[in-house]
């Protein structure tokens, strides 16, 4: 038996969703991503004496929806901490946080058939970033910068119980979360520009064993495939330790994805006390169950509905989820839907010629000029035989590209379908007497020829004849 | 009983660098505070929920807007040392 599978695995995941919020969780500023360094800041940022932070209603409200997404419980009452650390990113010397009494407790999501826990999720202030001089990393810096524009902006960090046992099912788990997340408005869930980070708990332990192992905190995950491989390097490191007869020690490792690993971060000894107190600038939050309701009023369909909802269109699983995965699709889709077109060959676009489009071109479909209107009046225009399916997917790309809509392309370049039985017929007869060898093959027996009939006929009529009645035509004079 | 270890640990955490004397004498002083607020543990709170605050205000909250009151040239003014807009600190050890 390979080493590895003597182990189980055991993951539990801490995300921080920054909030979509256009101001901070406590100050009045602004919380765009990637503008010029301290232009969004306040005294109260600043942490300058005498100041006082205000909560955000809208953070509030976001975060019931996020907890009632979750099936979370949203306590009647919760208040705020101040968790102690001195770094630079925070100028107060402290984080607001919430400690024991978070806005979200309990809760689950699932994935692919499997239920994972949620412990709970609280409110904080984000840090701000530190911008290393002098030399790469922090080892060879002379000095810091600091950066505070992201110091303040709400972050709602949601903690899952440790009921991963794979890399593969800690991804999936980050993908729903961020799925939800992002279908219902509160978080845009990039992982790459930090509006969804995500931290691992990891441990391993002999399988059938009771209790498990001393676990690993691994930080500065920003890709799924980063996630992955972070967690599978943890997970080999670890075994390495135990079947050595080494321990694991209990410790925050940074992961490197640059050099593939991860390594301590802080040893034991700098280990965080963090001194949690209630924050006495901020008053308790008291969330009545109306209050839930009006919330409860605004939830839209979240992503496993969508996917059921898809599948009982008649969408397989994979496209469902396809579709689900990218909201923007999905929106789009939606749409198609309530316009009433044929789901089946709408979605063979969307899946097809379209999604090959968005691929080589590196765009989402709202970048594109194709509009759901257009896409419906296309398969309207198929579905009544005006145009074949061929002639479709030719033309698909001009209104992805122009915005035309498909019945200004038909009447321009004359493509609407032939099915007028006597102008095929007289395609067909030609194409049948102008091959007369395929012709007596077919008639002993090699039946696979009448593809090529049919080939021929469509490309005489340079894709117009329907297909239907080509089929009829030559079945009558070749049968 | 607050130590001199205590004392070392606290201000490491928040980054002080403290004489022999002066852990001395803040050892005596914090050790004399929390013996001071001590004396509240006489108090009988049996069915008494914990509190975070005095007032019985709660949900104090503002409109998500933005909202600025100073440039970032009066906000930058009270910083030791800036540099290209942002704020310079000490090397991170």
Known sequence: MET???YEVV??????????????????????????????????????PGVLPVLNKRVVDMAILTGLALDSTIPSRCKFDRKQYFYPD???????????????????????????????A????????????????????????????????????IVSEPDMRSSDEAKAYVEELRNILRYIGVCDGNLEEGSLRCDANISVMLKGATEFGTRAEIKNVNSFRSLQRAIE???????????????????????????????????????????????????????????????????PELPAAKRARYMSLGLNEYDAGIIVEQMELALFFDKIIELG????????????????????????????????ENLVELVNLIEKGTISNNIGKQIIFTMLKDGT???????????????????????????????PEQVNAYKSGKIQLFGFFVGQVMKESKGRANPKTVNELLKEMLD | MITVKDVE???????????????????????????????????????????????????????????????????????PEEENGFFRVPKIG
């Open chain 1, 11 to 48: 993951i539990g995941l801490e995300v921080h969703a920054q909030l979509k919020t256009k101001s901070k969780i406590f100050a009045p500023d602004g919380t765009e991503f990637g503008n010029e360094q301290n232009t969004q800041i306040s005294p109260i940022t600043l942490g300058m």
């Open chain 1, 341 to 372: 077109a044929n789901v089946k060959t709408s979605i063979n676009f969307l899946m097809g010629e379209i999604a090959a489009y968005l691929k080589d071109e590196k765009l989402g479909i709202s970048e594109t000029k194709l509009t759901p």
């Open chain 2, 9 to 79: 640990h606290v201000a490491k955490l928040a980054r002080l660098e403290l004489s022999e004397e002066e852990k001395q004498k803040f050892t005596k002083q914090l050790g004399d505070i929390l013996k001071y607020v001590e004396q509240m543990d006489e108090v009988d709170t049996t069915g008494v929920k914990p509190m975070a605050h005095a007032f019985d205000v709660v949900n104090v909250m503002r409109e998500d807007e933005v909202v600025y009151e100073q440039t970032k040239e009066e906000l930058m003014v009270n910083a």
């Open chain 1, 4 to 6: 590895r599978e003597k």
């Open chain 1, 90 to 120: 925070l100028p107060k010397g402290y984080q607001i946080s919430q400690y024991d009494e978070p806005i979200c407790v309990g809760g689950h999501l699932d994935i692919a058939g499997k239920r994972i826990g949620i412990t709970r």
């Open chain 1, 233 to 299: 390097y943890e997970i080999e490191r670890q075994i390495e330790l135990v079947e050595e007869g080494e321990r694991v020690v209990q410790e925050t490792r940074l992961w490197d994805d640059n050099l593939g690993e991860t390594r301590s971060m802080r040893g034991k000894e700098d280990a965080h006390d963090y001194r949690y107190f209630p924050e006495p600038d901020l008053m308790p939050l008291e969330i009545s169950q109306e209050w839930i309701d009006t919330i409860k009023a605004t939830m």
């Open chain 1, 122 to 157: 609280h409110l904080e202030e984000d840090a701000g970033k530190l911008v290393h001089a002098g030399s790469n990393g922090i080892s060879g810096s002379n000095y810091s910068l600091v950066d505070l524009n992201r110091a303040g902006t709400p972050l709602l960090e």
């Open chain 1, 405 to 435: 809509n498909a019945s200004q392309i038909v009447e321009k370049q004359g493509l609407s379908q032939i099915s007028d039985e006597g102008a095929l017929k007289e395609i067909v007869q030609k194409i049948v007497s102008s091959n």
